[in-house]
């Protein structure tokens, strides 16, 4: 037969007269992803033990000691359905692996990720691990801690303590069952330019009938097994292999003073040291500092990639500001960068001054005020679950996860709350009007309560208007003088001329970290403040029965709380802005009113 003649809206594939089936996208979509459900049963079984004891030394001073061990447990899924990308920095004998259960054994694999693994030079292991990672079992965490009553009305106390935590829950997709081959995606395009998936023959079974046919049809032809995926579009996922339990150091040293009967006075210290924890700072990224004309790699993941990785080199060039096309500065050329990575490496200090007044009057009255200066500096991100730290350059040596130490986005330096209870002295009960009746009813059983909170401002970072560094991130440098100069307004919170650009990365590898830029969290977004009142009216009913009357305004004031600002790249026109509030939706006034029957008085007076 003589090739096809097709009109301009048919595709000739140089087939017979028949072949000009092809319409322009007629009977579905012209791309089709599937991806499968990844089904996941973790077990993590924990085990744990202690002793404690308290002494009375003299009748002032008294001493606890105790010691708690533990065992913790990475989640293991049931069923096997686990794996983890573990690069040569972390990986034993330093030779990246990707671990798979090895109940998942009879799981296909596509010939393409296999191949991709053995040109990248990265073990496939099926392991009996089935936490698929190394946890320590010497979990010991001592506590101690003392009280001294030193003077009359006077008293010390102190105590330090380690607390573990084990690693529970990450968020649905960082979890080992969310790694390939449990979880992937099939991306099935047309053979022909112009063709549909519903009228594509040429994805067909040998009897010219269209493989996923139209989308009347359903998806039931679309391949949903690992072994069709390709392998250069999987990026790998990992968490530590050389993992550690995340523990926290507490201390506090504390002075309480009686002032007199109804009023106290506490000032203390209060600090935490977290340690070990999991932060995601992603691998395959470079680990060298590059000048913004270097490429990280100068091939990408493609189906032909693992052919060009002949010849190529890792971490040449140093000491030379030449771009070259056969250095590359990542760990695996063919293989997505900075891919999901958690490590157990992050730490993170909090000190803090606390004070504490309280007084009691008679008739129930009191106030209580407390005042907390503080200060949270670290470079742990809390895993995906919290907000992360945007890590510059974790895998470069001298530099890592600590040049991100500064201070974290939850801190608030300056802490205030205010509160009372005021039990007007007015009817049953009270000093005065101690009679039920109609005066009562009027003008007795009036109380009053009322919450004042301040918040000073959390920490942003801002940015560089221009890359400094391939493959890492920049912070703008700040005139901390000039920062809110002609700011501090909705439309720009911060000064834009306060900030400029560090110089670019001169040489491949230098030791001279300033293209970085400042420390993260170089200035503060708004304040939080608010106020809420109470009034409260008790009705005294015939026996010793109470109603009781409750009207409530949370944020009295009606004043709006902003949120951080964003936009925090000085050069862009909504540079530094706000647009929410920070406890929206409940940041405006608030109402409440409430009835309550007591039977039997309560204690209500």
Known sequence: SSPATCPSNLEDTGGTATTCAYYDYIGGANQIQGSPISQQDYRRPYFGAYFTDTWRMTSTFTATLGLRWEYFELGIDHHGHGANFVPSFDAPGGQAEYLIDDRSKNVPLAPSFVSLLAASNINLVYTSNHQLAV????????????????????????????????????????????????????????????????????????????????????????????????????????????????????????????????????????????????????????????????????????????????????????????????????????????????????SNNYNSMQVNYQKFLSGGTSLIANYTWARLMGYGSDSALFNSLGYRGPLVPGFGMKGEYGNLASESESVFHAGGVWKIPLGYGRKFFNQKGLLDTLVGGWNMTG???????????????????????????????????????LAHWLNASAYSNPAATALIGQTDFSPYGSEPAQAFGPAFHRGDLGVEKLFHLPGENVLEFRAEAFNITNHPNFGQPGTLTPNNAAFASITSTRDSPSDARELQFALKFFFGNGGQY
């Open 135 to 346: 946890m320590p079992e010497t979990n010991f965490s001592p506590r101690v801690g003392f009280a001294w009553n030193f003077y009359p009305h006077s008293v010390l106390r102190a105590a330090y303590g380690i607390f573990y935590a084990g690693i529970y829950a990450r968020g649905d997709g960082y979890n080992p069952g969310d790694d390939y081959p449990f979880s992937y995606a099939i991306n099935i395009t047309p053979t022909l330019t112009l063709a549909s998936l519903g009228s594509d023959s040429s994805h067909s079974n040998g009897d010219g009938a269209p493989l996923y046919g139209p989308m009347d049809k359903g998806l039931g032809g679309v391949p949903l097994t690992p072994a069709a995926a390709f392998g250069y579009q999987i990026s790998p996922r990992g968490n530590a292999y050389h993992t550690h339990v995340p523990y926290v150091q507490e201390e506090n040293l504390t002075i309480q003073q009686m002032l007199s009967p109804s009023q106290g006075l506490q000032i203390a210290y209060v600090g935490t040291q977290s340690r070990h924890v999991e932060s995601q700072i992603g691998s395959n990224r470079p680990d060298l500092i590059l000048p913004v004309n270097i490429p990280v790699s100068p091939v990408s993941p493609s189906s032909t990639c693992p052919s060009k990785l002949a010849g190529l080199v890792h971490d040449g060039g140093i000491g030379t500001d030449t771009p070259s096309t056969s250095n590359y500065y990542d760990q695996f050329p063919c293989i997505a960068q900075n891919n999901y990575y958690n490590l157990t490496e992050g």
């Open 451 to 489: 919450i004042a909170t301040y918040q000073s401002g959390q920490a942003v970072t801002v940015g560089c208007t221009v890359g400094t560094v391939t493959g890492g991130g920049c912070y703008a440098l700040p005139n901390k003088g000039l920062q809110y100069n002609n700011a501090t307004t």
